[in-house]
């Protein structure tokens, strides 16, 4: 089964638009951590956001944003007033482990395309 | 500059021919790990190293070598390459050795086995 699932393949969405990205995880550690990272046409990998399993809270930064809600297992991120340069492939991300072994979980990515 | 590279960025060679791709990071962090991407399936862990000399598998460890001799640098080694090994393959590298440490990537290396 997946650890982490992206059910979302491809978005297209005109500039300005809002547009949210889905990530659903499994995992039976209490203890957590999820991640996004975004990779443009470019092709490196650019962090964006870690959250521990104990912070539910809400993030945001600039336009971007994301809802943590520990009941569904999601980490959903969303993009406020998209603009072209947000087009890229984003990636949701699960640690896991103890300090004795300590695995990282992609999900297969989202292609987001903002048309202008 | 901090930064974690990787040699080659491109690399052609052929089925049985033993290669070997260097990743070496700046940053003095403890945790490393290698990922390879495909189409349709994300990134992938292949192994990941917590700690000098202790090196684990990931997810999809098969045909693929490593080894962690000095804290800097996390070889992955291919002994016999076949043409499922193509792909994009990313070095990354954390300060932190448990979980949760936030880990910054390589610019990639992408292998093409004929």
């Known amino acids: 089964a997946q650890k982490v699932t992206q059910a979302q393949t491809e978005i297209s969405v005109v500039e300005k638009e809002d547009v949210t990205l889905d990530c659903v995880y499994e995992t039976r550690d209490t203890t957590y951590y999820l991640f996004w990272y975004k990779q443009p046409p470019s092709g490196e990998l650019v962090f964006l956001i870690r959250?521990?399993?104990?912070?539910?809270q809400n993030e945001i930064s600039g336009r971007y944003s994301w809802n943590f809600q520990k009941s569904t297992s999601s980490f959903n991120f969303t993009i406020t007033a998209s603009q072209v340069v947000d087009s890229a492939v984003y990636f949701c991300a699960l640690s896991e482990g103890s300090n004795t072994g300590n695995q990282f979980y992609f999900g297969t990515g989202t292609s987001l395309t903002v048309i202008p | 500059e901090a930064q974690v590279t990787q040699n080659p960025r491109y690399l052609i060679t052929v089925t049985g021919k033993k290669l070997t791709v260097t990743c070496s990071q700046n940053?003095?962090?403890?945790?490393m790990s290698w990922y390879r991407q495909d189409p349709g399936l994300g990134l992938r862990q292949i192994y990941y190293?917590?700690?000098?000399?202790?090196?684990d598998k990931g997810d999809v460890p098969e045909g693929y070598k490593v080894s962690r001799k000095e804290k800097r640098n996390f070889p992955l080694i291919l002994e016999s390459p076949s043409p499922n090994q193509t792909s994009l393959y990313f070095c990354?590298?954390?300060?932190?050795?448990?979980?949760?440490?936030?880990?910054?990537f390589g610019p990639g290396t992408r292998l093409l086995v004929l």
């Open positions: 190293s917590m700690n000098v000399e202790v090196t």
């Open positions: 959250r521990n399993s104990f912070d539910e």
């Open positions: 990354a590298s954390s300060l932190l050795q448990g979980v949760g440490g936030t880990q910054y």
């Open positions: 940053m003095n962090h403890e945790y």
